[in-house]
């Protein structure tokens, strides 16, 4: 199993995991979701919003502007067969550093639905842990609705030490369970 950044070599295995269903791509933007008729469609425009979403910063609905030093898009891939994705940001400026501590965390991610309760998420937060050390964090924030209860029990089983939880995000998300883990 390897952690990829999103490439058209990888069209096949992702337009295979989309018969599922959409698959949140876990940039924070509006920009979220595509269905396997739009990617089958034009799987450019997708490797195109991506990278818009990587390259963007973000206002949030109430107007907060926030700015990302880093916010990257990966896919985890076993073999010939996708398994999920994520995203990881951080932010040097203080306003984005709050909003990430208190609404979205650093590490993001998605697991296609007959591939949960695995193993995969603790997996690929494991592979995240390490990337986001190498960029100098001391520490991370994940989250997870609390309706989610096998999202957060992972959390759990990894390390994380419940926080606080988000009445709702600045983007309208909803509630979320925070977590800190010290890398």
């Known amino acids: 199993m390897k952690r990829v950044r999103p490439s058209i070599q990888y069209k096949e295995l992702f337009s295979n995991a989309l018969k599922e269903g959409p698959i949140v791509h876990m940039g924070l933007t509006n920009r979220d979701s595509f269905t396997k008729e739009r990617f089958d469609d034009n799987p450019e425009h997708y490797f195109d919003t991506l990278n818009d979403v990587e390259q963007s910063d973000i206002t ?3 107007g907060i502007a926030l700015k990302f030093d880093y916010h990257r898009l990966f896919w985890l891939i076993n073999d010939d067969q996708f398994i999920g994705c994520c995203s ?5 400026d203080p306003q984005t550093t709050h909003f990430i501590d208190h609404n979205t ?3 993001g991610q998605s697991i296609v639905k007959s591939l949960r309760s ?6 690929q937060w494991q592979l995240a842990k390490i990337k986001l050390k190498k960029l100098g964090l001391e520490y991370a924030i994940r989250g997870a ?3 989610n209860i096998a999202s957060w029990k992972g959390i759990d089983r990894t390390g994380g030490h419940h926080i606080h939880t988000t009445t709702s995000d600045a983007l309208g998300w909803g509630l979320g369970k925070m977590y800190r883990f010290d890398l």
């Open 145 to 147: 609705h609390p309706d």
């Open 118 to 123: 695995q193993g995969y998420g603790s997996q």
């Open 60 to 62: 949030t609905p109430n």
């Open 88 to 92: 990881l940001r951080f932010s040097t």
């Open 105 to 107: 965390g650093h590490f």
